[in-house]
């Protein structure tokens, strides 16, 4: 947006609370952990001085009571303030740090009310042009050997609602806002002595004052946004909806939603019509292998920007009209690999030694000590259909457990280890005692697997598929077990899978020597916490700074990190001349570019412009008007 000259003339005035608010922490608390460091009861102090914290700032007891009771329990020097203003400088509130222009271009408006003491905020919020004259809030009383012994009881705040009386006093001129955390931030509203009060979350959620607030601002990036001041961020990243689906794991929410985000979670897969209307509003959509994100749903997505799969597959994205919609899609291709790698080799092992049906006997009450149909794997030829992240890794893994490995892959791979390869899948299903699926899910590849290449198998063989469901003609693969032709298989992926936990019939069931998994190659703690951070990470890399490295259906860019500047993305439709048109406006608008950087594939181009840090709004509808913009952003 466009940035207000310096000491801007304000018809507002903006009041800061200071604990919690403009930084992450009570100061007194932390006050408390340093002086209490060793004694033996600290832990049950700082617990009364933090109960004793939140009845004063709920307004449940009086505040003079609230500050008496905790400065008892602390037990404080004036020598502990140093660590502990140390401390604060570290715990300043991450919005309010990524926001100090705002405390330089306002600075005359902008004052401090607390009930916390001056000898602690006044060195803190000196550093963003708050001096002291307008940091109002309380002073110690030490004794004479510098121990902090009470406080100035004439002073206005050391009182119950004594910041109403204060900001009375200072009889400000314009609007008043108060930006904080507690209830006696909004008394100051309610006596009618402020315009405005914002109920400041970042740090705390206090369900009183978030209750009564105007606005609850998430961060100062909303409050300055909702006000329209200058900020870091364009667009607050609170108001960027993320919707999870499918039982991402916990920690993929963390990572978004420490960073700002809104994130909500759905445990399963949502069918077409109603992701249709979920997704009108959300600008990332997050997804395992089973929901559909179609043409329809990207057409009902006013605002989605990026599509996670939080796993390998994608083509359950309709990859190529979401790239034409300037939708990123990005997933994880690497993260579930070896749970993949490792659920074959025991497999392997399983259906060659018949463990299945011998534990199924036992649980059915019978003993049947044999060595019939049980084999090592050692000196046994495993064929690996598709030779790509899964296939070569398991290569390794078989070979080290004495497997000869034969692999083919429709694409020129390099054999690992000792591994053969095959020049056609006749000839690798003609030697190989086990096959194993690990083709990727290419529509094309339906039905791979089906009558035909099945009795292209051994006698006796084995066929694994942890690949998609549809590779395998399933009605076949029953025939060819039923026969006797295939002496096992081991299935986790089907042509229908249930979109959430429940019943589900396969004609598999039942069938000796046959492993029946759902869908579960990749579902491991290990790999799902993997995932759950490398997604997330693709996606704030390209909601924060623009970045498309690894993305799946669009040109892809690495972006340095800039400072100072305003960062544009412009994706439009790859046709002659748009990024001389962008260039010719970006000149009338006499903007300085800093760095410039461009992708473009057949159908998209994706162009990345740094600017000088001023910049006018006209700039931005002229661009966004160019012809063939498909999507254009602002990041800061
Ligand atoms: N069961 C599960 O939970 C999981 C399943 N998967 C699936 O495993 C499969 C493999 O994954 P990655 O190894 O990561 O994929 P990848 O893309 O690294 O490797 C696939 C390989 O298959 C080859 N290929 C494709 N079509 C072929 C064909 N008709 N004949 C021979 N080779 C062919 C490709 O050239 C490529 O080298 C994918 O379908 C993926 O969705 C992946 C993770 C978990
Ligand atoms: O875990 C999932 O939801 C799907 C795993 C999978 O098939 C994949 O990563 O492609």
């Known amino acids: 947006m466009a940035k207000q000259s310096n000491q801007t003339i304000s018809t507002r005035k903006f009041i800061f609370d200071f604990d919690s608010t403009l930084t992450q922490v009570e100061a007194l608390d932390v006050l408390a952990e340093l002086t209490l460091e060793n004694r033996e009861d600290r832990e049950e102090i700082i617990r009364k001085i933090q109960e004793i914290t939140n009845l004063g700032i709920d307004g449940d007891i009086s505040f003079t009571e609230s500050l008496e009771r905790r400065i008892r329990l602390l037990n404080a020097h004036e020598k502990d303030l140093i660590p502990l203003i140390d401390a604060l400088r570290n715990k300043i509130s991450k919005s309010i740090t990524a926001n100090r222009a705002f405390f330089e271009d306002y600075a005359d408006d902008i004052y401090v009310i607390s009930c916390g003491f001056k000898e602690f905020i006044d060195p803190i919020v000196s550093e963003y042009n708050i001096p002291s004259e307008r940091v109002f809030a309380n002073t110690f009383e030490v004794d004479a050997e510098g121990k902090i012994i009470g406080f100035d009881k004439e002073n206005v705040l050391a009182t119950h609602n004594g910041k109403i009386a204060c900001l009375r006093q200072l009889d400000l001129d314009g609007e008043v806002q108060v930006i904080g955390d507690g209830y006696s931030d909004y008394v100051m509203r309610e006596a009618g002595i402020a315009d405005k009060f914002f109920a400041y979350t970042e740090n705390v959620h206090r369900e009183k004052a978030a209750r009564n607030a105007d606005h609850i601002a998430p961060n100062l990036d909303e409050f300055l946004f909702v006000n329209d001041l200058p900020r870091n961020l364009s667009y607050p990243k609170n108001r960027i909806k993320i919707l999870l689906l499918e039982n991402v794991h916990p920690a993929a929410f963390d990572n978004l939603s420490e960073d700002g985000f809104s994130v909500e979670l759905v445990s399963h897969s949502l069918p077409e019509e109603e992701l249709i209307e979920r997704i009108k509003g959300v600008h990332v959509l997050g997804i395992r292998s089973k929901t559909q994100v179609t043409q329809r749903v990207l057409d009902a997505a006013d605002k989605l920007l990026v599509v996670g799969a939080f796993c390998i597959g994608t083509t359950q994205i309709a990859l190529e009209y979401a790239k034409e919609k300037g939708v990123v899609v990005f997933n994880a291709p690497y993260s579930n690999t070896r749970s993949v790698v490792e659920l074959a080799i025991g497999e392997i092992i399983m259906l060659m030694r018949s463990i299945f049906p011998r534990s199924t006997e036992i649980h059915g009450g019978k003993w049947n000590k044999t060595a019939a149909n049980s084999r090592e794997i050692r000196g046994k030829n495993l ?146 916490r993997d995932i759950a951070d490398f997604v997330p990470n693709k996606i704030m890399e390209y909601i924060n700074a623009g970045s498309t490295v690894d993305a799946v259906n669009f040109p892809n860019i690495r972006l340095p990190k800039q400072q100072n500047a305003h960062r544009f993305l412009h994706i439009h439709r790859n046709v002659p001349g748009i990024m001389a048109h962008i260039n010719k406006v970006l000149a009338e608008f006499d903007m300085n570019i800093t760095g410039q950087y461009l992708s473009t594939d057949p159908q998209v181009g994706y162009v990345i412009t740094d600017l000088d840090k001023d910049y006018n709004k006209e700039v931005v509808r002229a661009l966004r008007k160019i012809e063939h913009t498909i999507k254009f952003r602002v990041l800061y």
Request: aromatic content about 6%; charged content about 20%; some cysteine.
């Open 383 to 528: 064929g690996i259909v598709g030779y790509g992240n899964i296939g070569k890794q398991l290569s390794v893994l078989a070979e080290a457990m004495g497997m000869r490995v034969y692999y083919y892959d429709v694409d020129e791979q390099l054999a690992l280890g000792n591994a053969t390869k095959c020049n056609t899948l006749e000839d690798l299903l003609s030697v190989s005692d086990v096959v194993t699926l690990h083709i990727d899910d290419n529509p094309a590849n339906k039905n791979y697997i089906g009558e035909r290449e099945l009795a292209r198998m051994r006698e006796g063989a084995y066929l694994i598929n942890l690949s998609r469901g549809f590779v395998v003609d399933i009605p076949a693969l029953g025939n060819a077990l039923k026969s006797g032709k295939l002496a096992g298989a081991a299935i986790d992926v089907y042509p229908e899978e249930p979109r959430s936990n429940g019943e589900y019939q396969t004609e598999l069931a039942g069938l000796e020597n046959v492993i029946l998994t759902p869908h579960i190659g990749g579902s491991t703690e290990e790999a799902q």
